[in-house]
């Protein structure tokens, strides 16, 4: 089991939330599997709202009940036109029931995800864990040779990327990425407050980004400000009594007195797309795979889609006596999630760019948009489906 010259299955680089969950995936699609991943106390506050297929998957794999009790349902979602400006969208409310939903997701503290994803995989006997990093990686015919910063050596016929934005993996496999800044920053930080939200997940839409109020458990929420460079580096520069009030203002204190919690993290904003999702013997997964903004929710579900999609792929080909590394095999990863990514990624940018711009016919193609989402039930049922998972998804998995 720990006898490092014999080769793998797959290797999985990263541990991150894509990156444990695409290991566990792949073990129990019947792949001996190795995680190289530095054993790290997760501090960070910060929160991710999971949608349907995200909480169907982790439950799949025995993950969610080890977390169900630490996250908070999101049953109701608004959208408010706080721009101020002349041409203004009508707020727009979705709930989970008109679709048949007990929930349309949940929100979770990522610490909370972490350590219950670290507990699963530790159980699994066909998955070794290496608390190391890898330092080189090397595709060559047959599988992928890795050597790591302890000098161990490994190899495996697929070698999983969850290394993130700044991939050693995306490197190795001479993948080239499309990066475009976005010049917008996130504050997020979380928040106590005197009303219940009711599990409301609120999206106020100001003329620099949206800021989101997700509820956690107990009268707590998380928030994600999106606000030009400048105004992020102020805000994030405030005091907790200063912030407190300015989140509130933001809010229009429909959560009644706001109390910021210890934890603030700024984090610029860009869009990052590979030109391919495998290549080498190497898939891509997280944001190795994709960075988008975090608007509707879409970077880990994105990243969890790409673990399930990778270890389902893989997992059938060694079922059928294929070679999970082969060309054919990460070409069909390729087009599973490109269709999906880059869907994604457009419709979010497409968001983005029509609340920040200035131009009247612009705005007022959102407002009218956003008005036809609001009355039509049919379209916005429709769109409440696609922004949980893609339709066409289940049928695609099923082939």
Not at 162 to 171: I, K, V
Not at 309 to 332: C, F, H, L, N, Y
Request: hydrophobic share 45%; net charge neutral.
């Amino acid at each position: 089991m720990n006898d490092t010259s014999a080769p793998f299955d797959a290797i999985v680089i990263g541990g991150g939330p894509a990156g444990l969950a695409a290991a566990i995936a792949l073990a129990r699609a019947g792949a001996k599997v190795a995680l190289i991943a530095r054993r790290a106390p997760y501090a960070d506050n910060r929160t991710t709202a999971l949608l349907g297929g995200s909480v169907d998957l982790l439950r799949e794999l025995d993950v969610w009940p080890r977390c169900e009790a630490s996250a908070a349902a999101l049953r109701a979602m608004r959208l408010v036109d706080d721009t101020g400006r002349l041409i203004r969208a009508p707020e727009v409310r979705f709930f989970c029931d008109e679709i048949g939903l007990e929930a349309f997701g949940y929100n979770i503290e990522n610490r909370q995800l972490m350590s219950a994803l670290e507990v699963r995989a530790s159980e699994l006997p066909s998955l070794t864990r290496f608390d190391d990093e890898a330092e080189t990686i090397s595709p060559e015919e047959a599988d992928v040779a890795i050597r790591t910063a302890s000098g161990k050596t490994l190899s495996a016929r697929l070698v999983v990327g969850a290394d993130g934005r700044h991939s050693l993996c995306r490197e190795a496999a001479g993948i080239a990425v499309k990066r475009r800044e976005l010049h917008q920053a996130a504050l997020t930080f979380n928040v106590s407050h005197s009303r219940t939200h009711r599990n409301i997940s609120t999206e106020f839409h100001t003329p620099q980004g949206p800021c989101v109020f997700v509820p956690l458990p107990g009268d707590r929420c998380s928030v994600v400000w999106v606000a030009a460079p400048k105004e992020a580096e102020r805000l994030i520069a405030l005091t907790d009594d200063e912030l407190s009030e300015a989140a509130e203002r933001r809010s229009h204190s429909i959560l009644g007195r706001i109390r910021v919690e210890p934890g603030r993290h700024l984090f610029p904003l860009a869009i990052e797309q590979p030109r391919q999702f495998a290549k080498a013997r190497i898939a891509l997964v997280g944001e190795a795979a994709h960075v988008v903004p975090p608007i509707g929710a879409q970077g880990l579900n994105m990243g969890l889609r790409d673990a399930a999609d990778i270890a389902d792929i893989a997992g059938r080909a060694m079922a059928s006596g294929e070679d999970p590394g082969s060309e054919q095999v990460t070409k069909r990863y390729d087009s599973t999630r490109r269709a999906d990514v880059l869907s994604r990624t457009f419709v979010i940018d497409m968001a983005n760019r029509s609340l920040l711009s200035d131009f009247l016919p612009m705005q007022s193609l959102r407002a009218a948009g956003l008005h036809l989402i609001g009355s039509i039930g049919p379209l916005r049922r429709l769109a409440m489906r696609e922004g949980l998972a893609p339709s066409w998804r289940s049928k695609q998995r099923a082939l």
